[in-house]
């Protein structure tokens, strides 16, 4: 069974400062990883997906995740926060199959202070 | 733009009465999931139709049931709801095939209200 553990359901940073959200996976096998952004009463957007074709993994709206095997993390990270970035975000793993079934975090919102 | 539809954007319905919630999909893709997400938690998948093979989630209540007319549009109907059926509704789709990278996309979500 594969699964992710979100560290810190709630995260603040002010306008400007690094984002840092936590993601640690279990798999027994290579995982497929990915990090989904949801906005109050909208649906999931894919932020950015690690498919094992490069550890450091860039996304939409200067997101960006590195895949460390040595730490089974898939942390997501942005240079600089803006307000627009105050959202709640998932991080996801697939199982192996013909189809992609995901198993989410249990997320983390994330509040951008002025 | 090719997306998911999902409607209504928000359903209100008295406690057992049934309801039908809809998802369409210009995308083409062969495979639409549904997630049930309460709130302040992650999506939980229900059950997903590959083309037209329907998979059940173990612990899916039988209350739950999913229809696929055509390649465009999947329905959750709710047989007989409850107020812990309360939660927002996302439909997804993907490509599908033999790769587990197969990007999910969402719709906007139904929330679903119980009275």
Redesign the interface.
């Known amino acids: 069974a594969q699964s992710v553990t979100q560290l810190g359901s709630h995260v603040s940073v002010s306008e400007g400062a690094l984002v840092l959200l936590r993601c640690n996976y279990s798999s027994s096998v290579p995982p497929y990883l990915f990090w989904y952004v949801q906005y109050p009463n909208q649906g999931l957007q894919l932020l950015l997906k690690y498919t094992s074709a490069a550890t450091l993994v860039k996304g939409i709206n200067d997101f960006e995740a590195e895949f460390k095997k040595s730490e089974t993390s898939f942390h997501l990270t942005k240079p600089s926060a803006h307000m627009s970035d105050a959202a709640e975000y998932f991080c996801a793993v697939t199982s192996s199959g013909g189809y992609q079934k995901v198993t989410f975090g249990t997320g983390t919102k994330l509040q951008v202070i002025p | 733009d090719a997306m ?1 539809i ?1 409607n209504p ?1 928000y359903q209100v319905t008295q406690f057992g009465k049934p309801v039908t919630l809809s998802c369409s999909q210009t995308l083409n893709h062969n ?1 639409m999931y549904w997630y049930q997400q309460k709130s ?4 939980k ?1 229900l059950f ?1 139709y ?1 083309d037209k093979d329907f998979n059940n989630e173990a612990d899916t209540p039988d209350n739950f049931q999913s229809r696929r007319p055509n390649t465009s549009f999947c329905f959750l109907d709710i047989r007989s709801p409850g107020l812990g059926d309360a939660a ?1 509704y ?1 439909c ?1 789709t ?1 490509r ?14 139904t ?1 679903l209200t119980v009275l």
């Open positions: 998911v999902q954007r495979v302040s938690q992650a999506p998948l997903h590959y927002m996302l997804a993907s599908g095939g033999g790769t587990s990278t197969d990007t999910q996309y969402f719709g906007p979500g929330r």
